[in-house]
């Protein structure tokens, strides 16, 4: 096998705690899966050197933050990072930093943020005119099913100042589960 023409790498389950790649190291690939390892997010900065990287699973890693820019992965269009330890009660990690980092990614559109402890999609550092979709620009599809949102106005920021989002997840959050039909009604009218 030719490593140079690899598109697509699973290395899961591995128990890697460090990530060290160089300028031009697997030229083709596109798609990484680092999921169940530990990856710590100071390593994160490395995928910049695989310059077509499109999808990246990195779920269940222990992250809790990340590094403050994620704009060196410009070619990413899928990003999977459930079941970490994102929280939005967190006394180290500022969660509005974590979405202003997330935001960085120009060609975003699928974001998977599930069984994390997030209480809202921290926009306070986010532009609040985002009509020329500086922050989340092109995000379609955010996943935030199996966190701790509680109320639907943690989430006005999604439909009123993602552009192209077509699909919201909230699947599992408390709101959700014993939420009002006026709740629905209200996050509803946003979303048309």
Same mark, same amino acid.
Do not use: W
């Given at each position: 096998?030719?490593?140079?023409?690899?598109?697509?790498?699973?290395?899961?389950?591995?128990?890697?705690?460090?990530?060290?790649?160089?300028?031009?190291?697997?030229?083709?690939?596109?798609?990484?899966?680092?999921?169940?390892?530990?990856?710590?997010?100071?390593?994160?900065?490395?995928?910049?050197?695989?310059?077509?990287?499109?999808?990246?699973?990195?779920?269940?890693?222990?992250?809790?933050?990340?590094?403050?820019?994620?704009?060196?992965?410009?070619?990413?269009?899928?990003?999977?990072?459930?079941?970490?330890?994102?929280?939005?009660? %967190?006394?180290?990690?500022?969660?509005?930093?974590?979405?202003?980092?997330?935001?960085?990614?120009?060609?975003?559109?699928?974001?998977?943020?599930?069984?994390?402890?997030?209480?809202?999609?921290?926009?306070?550092?986010?532009?609040?005119?985002? %009509?020329?979709?500086?922050?989340?620009?092109?995000?379609?599809?955010?996943?935030?099913?199996?966190?701790?949102?509680?109320?639907?106005?943690?989430?006005?920021?999604?439909?009123?100042?993602?552009?192209?989002?077509?699909?919201?997840?909230?699947?599992?959050?408390?709101?959700?589960?014993?939420?009002?039909? %006026?709740?629905?009604?209200?996050?509803?009218?946003?979303?048309?």
């Amino acid at each position: 096998m030719n490593i140079h023409s690899l598109e697509d790498l699973d290395i899961q389950y591995n128990n890697l705690s460090h990530l060290k790649l160089t300028a031009g190291c697997f030229p083709q690939l596109h798609t990484l899966r680092l999921s169940y390892n530990k990856i710590p997010p100071s390593h994160l900065v490395e995928l910049g050197h695989l310059r077509r990287l499109q999808c990246l699973e990195i779920a269940s890693n222990d992250l809790c933050t990340l590094p403050s820019s994620l704009n060196h992965l410009n070619q990413l269009t899928e990003l999977n990072l459930s079941s970490n330890n994102f929280s939005s009660d %967190s006394v180290l990690v500022n969660p509005n930093q974590l979405f202003e980092s997330l935001g960085t990614i120009p060609q975003l559109r699928k974001l998977n943020l599930s069984r994390n402890k997030l209480t809202a999609f921290h926009s306070d550092s986010l532009p609040r005119d985002n %009509s020329d979709g500086s922050a989340f620009g092109l995000l379609e599809e955010l996943n935030l099913s199996f966190n701790c949102i509680e109320l639907e106005e943690s989430l006005f920021y999604c439909p009123a100042q993602l552009p192209n989002l077509k699909m919201l997840v909230i699947t599992g959050n408390p709101f959700s589960i014993t939420g009002t039909e %006026s709740n629905y009604q209200v996050l509803g009218s946003l979303m048309r």
